[in-house]
């Protein structure tokens, strides 16, 4: 069936090849013989009408350079006595030798239409053919011929295909050798970084109160079904988030708190911990991270590391944080507060969050009622204040 279909489709676009080559075609053609067509259609109300118009110029009695002849000598003679006139003399010759070479041109003209039925008949068939194949392959000459070159080239396809899928599977081994080597070099970096970022990794999120092992798991698949466009390894994180549970997947065992902190970890190692006044970034390779429930489950120490680390990122991406701790907080460039009020409306009551960006004061006190809950005092707020000058 394969074979049928390919020798028909040899077949089809020879003729079509053939067919448009044998017609020599040039893409004005058209339009030059319809201009011919015309004249020659034409030919002896053109001859007429030319002799006609020669004639009233020039060949008789009463032509307009006989009547511009008499005028001008008319003027000649009132130039005499009057220079006025020299000037009008001087445009009716200039319209009377006008007249006599318009004149003359028309009798040339006249004498050059030829009627020729056998001429004609030529062009008729020509633009016939030409018509026939602008119905089956283009709507102008020139898209007939773009028509025939693309026929050609299919055909030089088809008939030469064994040797163009010799050709592409020639390149094609080619590129997955060089795609093999290159992917088993990524492959051999990538399992000596991810040792070492392993253990970068465990030393962060233990001070992030996740008393646990990280391991990165990388898988090599050789196989082309396995090839992507930054290798054949597929990469999974794994972690055990207290001692001496096995290692599961990351996103498996997990919490939101414990999933923030392990990308903090993560983060922070990648980017070796870098104190935020030792490296501002760029505009324009800023990047936002957010963090929410980065404070579950801990407090104190761990979480003024987790503040500390923040602060670092800070330096090199945009950062948002959603906490609860002052440990954390204090860290902040910027605070804002996200309240949510009841109000009524119509006879229901609705919940409304807002949030604003903190002053001085305000967030000093802030500070306080999160320590210290609803009430402040004199002791919380002393003590926002020194955190806020500590970690500036």
């Given at each position: 069936?394969?074979?049928?279909?390919?020798?028909?489709?040899?077949?089809?676009?020879?003729?079509?090849?053939?067919?448009?080559?044998q017609?020599?075609?040039?893409?004005e053609?058209?339009v030059?013989?319809?201009?011919?067509?015309?004249?020659?259609?034409?030919?002896?109300?053109?001859?007429?009408?030319?002799?006609?118009?020669?004639?009233?110029l020039?060949?008789?009695?009463?032509?307009?350079?006989?009547?511009?002849?008499?005028?001008?000598?008319?003027?000649?003679?009132?130039?005499?006595?009057?220079?006025r006139?020299?000037?009008?003399?001087?445009?009716?010759?200039?319209?009377?030798i006008?007249?006599?070479?318009?004149?003359?041109?028309?009798?040339?003209?006249?004498?050059?239409?030829?009627?020729s039925?056998?001429?004609?008949?030529?062009?008729?068939?020509?633009?016939?053919?030409?018509d026939?194949?602008?119905?089956?392959?283009?709507?102008?000459?020139?898209?007939?011929?773009?028509?025939?070159?693309?026929?050609?080239?299919?055909?030089?396809?088809?008939?030469?295909?064994?040797?163009?899928?010799?050709?592409?599977?020639?390149?094609?081994?080619?590129?997955?050798?060089q795609?093999l080597?290159?992917?088993?070099e990524?492959s051999?970096?990538?399992?000596?970084?991810?040792?070492?970022?392993?253990?970068?990794?465990?030393?962060?999120?233990?001070?992030l109160?996740?008393?646990?092992?990280?391991?990165?798991?990388i898988?090599?698949?050789?196989?082309?079904?396995?090839?992507?466009?930054?290798?054949f390894?597929?990469?999974?994180?794994?972690?055990?988030?207290?001692?001496?549970?096995?290692?599961?997947?990351?996103?498996?065992?997990?919490?939101?708190?414990?999933?923030?902190?392990?990308?903090l970890?993560?983060?922070?190692?990648?980017?070796?911990?870098?104190?935020p006044?030792?490296?501002?970034a760029?505009?324009?390779?800023?990047?936002?991270?957010?963090?929410?429930?980065?404070?579950t489950?801990?407090?104190?120490?761990?979480?003024?590391?987790v503040?500390?680390?923040?602060k670092a990122?800070?330096a090199?991406?945009?950062?948002?944080?959603v906490?609860?701790?002052?440990?954390?907080?204090?860290?902040?460039?910027q605070?804002?507060?996200?309240?949510k009020?009841?109000?009524?409306?119509?006879?229901?009551?609705?919940?409304?969050?807002?949030?604003?960006?903190?002053?001085?004061?305000?967030?000093?006190q802030?500070?306080?009622r999160?320590?210290?809950?609803?009430s402040?005092?004199?002791?919380?707020?002393?003590?926002?204040?020194?955190?806020?000058k500590?970690n500036?």
């Amino acid at each position: 069936r394969e074979e049928q279909d390919r020798l028909r489709l040899i077949d089809l676009w020879s003729f079509q090849k053939r067919e448009i080559e044998q017609a020599k075609l040039d893409p004005e053609e058209d339009v030059r013989l319809e201009a011919e067509k015309r004249i020659l259609a034409n030919a002896e109300k053109l001859f007429a009408t030319a002799m006609s118009a020669h004639e009233l110029l020039y060949e008789s009695a009463g032509s307009a350079a006989t009547l511009l002849g008499n005028a001008a000598k008319n003027l000649q003679e009132l130039a005499r006595y009057d220079e006025r006139f020299q000037e009008q003399v001087s445009a009716i010759e200039s319209a009377r030798i006008t007249s006599e070479d318009v004149g003359n041109a028309l009798r040339d003209h006249a004498e050059s239409i030829q009627a020729s039925p056998a001429r004609l008949a030529e062009i008729e068939d020509r633009l016939a053919l030409l018509d026939r194949l602008k119905r089956k392959y283009g709507a102008t000459l020139t898209e007939v011929i773009a028509f025939g070159a693309q026929a050609s080239r299919k055909l030089e396809e088809i008939e030469n295909r064994e040797e163009i899928l010799k050709q592409l599977r020639q390149q094609l081994d080619t590129a997955a050798s060089q795609f093999l080597g290159l992917a088993r070099e990524i492959s051999h970096k990538r399992q000596q970084h991810a040792r070492r970022l392993e253990k970068m990794v465990e030393v962060e999120i233990n001070a992030l109160a996740i008393r646990g092992k990280f391991k990165i798991e990388i898988t090599a698949n050789e196989e082309p079904s396995g090839w992507r466009q930054n290798g054949f390894d597929e990469a999974a994180y794994l972690i055990s988030t207290n001692p001496g549970e096995p290692m599961h997947a990351l996103e498996q065992v997990a919490s939101g708190g414990e999933l923030s902190r392990v990308m903090l970890a993560l983060k922070s190692s990648v980017e070796g911990g870098q104190h935020p006044k030792s490296r501002k970034a760029d505009a324009s390779e800023l990047r936002t991270l957010v963090f929410d429930e980065i404070d579950t489950g801990i407090g104190g120490q761990a979480a003024e590391a987790v503040g500390k680390k923040l602060k670092a990122l800070s330096a090199t991406h945009q950062v948002f944080c959603v906490t609860h701790l002052p440990q954390i907080a204090c860290f902040a460039d910027q605070h804002y507060l996200i309240e949510k009020k009841e109000r009524r409306e119509g006879g229901s009551t609705r919940v409304q969050t807002s949030i604003r960006l903190l002053n001085a004061t305000e967030r000093t006190q802030e500070l306080a009622r999160m320590m210290s809950g609803a009430s402040l005092t004199e002791t919380s707020l002393a003590h926002a204040e020194q955190m806020l000058k500590a970690n500036a």
